[in-house]
């Protein structure tokens, strides 16, 4: 959980893999939980919700400074969207899946 939420933390220019990655490390770490009795930390629906949280703010501030980027560059924002909708649709993803996972642990 520490090496997500320090991921999360990184800049605007984190690569689309690196997205890809913190999603799937998410997503072992919950299943290894799920299909496992062994002495792990168990994902609660608290750590699925403080990332769900992260997600949504890391995606606002990618928009935000690639927005303020694409404007000191002159750059039309038409052009800056279309470049950053393949990892906007990765992260949106995520965030229905993380979303779908805390879901699931609430209703039990």
Known sequence: M??????LRATATTPKTEITEMAENLETKASETQDSSLDREAVTPQDIAEVILEFEQYRQRLIDEMTTV????KLPKSKMMARLEPELAQIDATLENLRTQHAALTSN
């Open 2 to 7: 520490r090496k997500l939420n320090h991921c």
């Open 70 to 73: 694409a404007q000191k560059a």
